[in-house]
């Protein structure tokens, strides 16, 4: 998979791939990350990217002409992707949406500065908008490097695991299961039975029943786009009748 960021700090954004899955799948090839600057195709001698906002107020906005500049370089070496600003204005971002970026092969990532950027370059350059989240952060970097993590998780190879990805959370709209480890008991608290039991039907039965629940739990707004089998149903009844 090949990722582009506009980006005006490069050197930031290019550490995501120097650690953990991202480092993993930059190092076997499975993914690709180049980042531009738009201080590369500005005009004038001090490389200016910002200027005042029309109407007063405070702050800057980022110019168009070195970010439209760096947009037209970025498409001709990978023309067929599609161009994320990443703003608080933008689409709340989901696995789902992730997983099908994935599957495009290519995004190209525009990170915004200041008080953000020209709303004409928007309208002419931009596919999509994304946010990750009811906040304002510095810049779009951060943001862009949330969803390299993210979606290098969904590149087939990059998990040590092949299952892994499919079992996070949100891979099939519900929260994850617990998870426990060594030793079997821990101040007191000991791991359920029922992983202790090699009985894999009844690990499943007893996973899927907590993930259910701890979405019913912490996000019924989950549950509500879900439509449940009669199995998870009656699981999640069972969690509920538990929980009481």
């Not at 990722?3 to 190092?27: C, H, K, S, W």
Request: aromatic content about 8%.
């Amino acid at each position: 998979m090949r990722i582009d960021v506009i980006t005006l700090f490069p050197d930031m954004v290019e550490q995501v791939v120097n650690y953990g899955v991202v480092g993993r799948a930059a190092r076997q090839k499975l993914l690709d990350l180049q980042c531009w600057n738009p201080r590369d195709y500005t005009v004038d001698k001090h490389r200016t990217v910002d200027d005042r906002p029309y109407g007063g107020g405070p702050g800057m906005l980022m110019k168009v002409q070195p970010l439209e500049e760096t947009i037209q370089a970025v498409r001709e070496k990978n023309p067929l992707a599609q161009l994320v600003y990443l703003s608080p204005q933008g689409k709340p971002i989901e696995q789902r949406l992730l997983a099908k970026q994935v599957d495009a092969q290519s995004v190209i990532f525009l990170c915004g500065r200041y008080e953000g950027i020209d709303e004409r370059l928007i309208q002419k350059e931009v596919d999509q908008e994304w946010s990750i989240g009811d906040y304002v952060i510095s810049g779009g970097e951060l943001a862009a490097m949330v969803c390299i993590d993210a979606m290098a998780r969904l590149i087939p190879g990059a998990l040590g695991h092949e299952q892994s990805a499919q079992q996070d959370s949100f891979s099939d709209g519900l929260l994850d299961y617990p998870h426990y480890t060594r030793p079997e008991e821990y101040k007191g608290m000991k791991v359920p039975e029922v992983l202790m039991n090699g009985n894999h039907r009844h690990i499943e039965d007893w996973r899927e029943r907590q993930s259910l629940g701890r979405t019913w739990q912490r996000r019924p707004d989950l549950l509500e786009l879900k439509v449940l089998g009669d199995r998870q149903q009656a699981l999640l009844n069972d969690f509920k009748d538990e929980f009481k």
